[in-house]
């Protein structure tokens, strides 16, 4: 069996095993939040903050929900990193933005943070900030979800391949974020094509 083979049997593997429910489980909170005037705060590291960047266009774009990440302002971001701390550089920017109980965290990451191995602190820090303020915390995570999935409502994708963790996962975080945007109860524009 080829690699290319063996990588889409992997995916279909993703598909079989993903939990529908938690994608419909998602979409719900993103209706509450949207209805109550709520904003979505989408953030990541490495191909989670690229992701979080194309979501927000899309969630803004075809759902007409308020979104921001923090890496469109690169500026900020490397100040604050800089001038604070990369584990603070999130909260911080949440803090600035007045995040609230109304407002969504949305995790794109492969493992969703952990404390304990000292992996994507920025992001544990965010999450247990959203979790002390009774914000809603939502995820698309790999592995066992780490602190998104103990304090939020995830999406696990499926670990099928160890040696292909992370860009299976990032490859179907993109796919799950485009059919929530596309779902019906939050698609509000067409696109293009």
């Known amino acids: 069996m080829t690699f290319s083979e063996s990588f889409l049997r992997y995916s279909k593997d993703i598909i079989d095993n993903i939990n529908f429910q938690d994608i419909e489980d998602i979409v719900d909170i993103l209706v509450e939040v949207k209805n109550n005037g709520g904003r979505l705060f989408i953030i990541g590291s490495g191909g989670g903050a690229g992701h979080a960047s194309h979501a927000v266009c899309d ?22 990193i800089n001038d604070d701390s990369w584990e603070s550089s999130i909260i911080n920017w949440l803090k600035v933005s007045k ?34 303020i009774n914000s809603k915390i939502i995820g698309i995570v790999g592995r066992d979800g780490g602190i998104t999935n103990e304090y939020g409502k995830t999406v696990i994708v499926p670990t099928i391949s160890e ?14 974020w485009h059919l929530i945007v596309s779902h019906p109860k939050l698609k509000i524009n067409q696109t293009k094509w």
């Open 163 to 176: 040696d292909l963790v992370t860009p299976l996962t990032e490859g179907f975080q993109s796919i799950i």
């Open 99 to 132: 995040f609230n109980y109304d407002d969504c965290l949305f995790v794109i990451s492969v493992g969703g943070g952990n404390m304990e191995r000292q992996i994507s602190i920025n992001i544990v820090n965010a999450v247990l900030y959203a979790n002390a």
């Open 59 to 80: 969630f803004r774009k075809l759902c007409n929900i308020e979104s921001y990440a923090p890496y469109d302002n690169i500026s900020e971001l490397t100040a604050r």
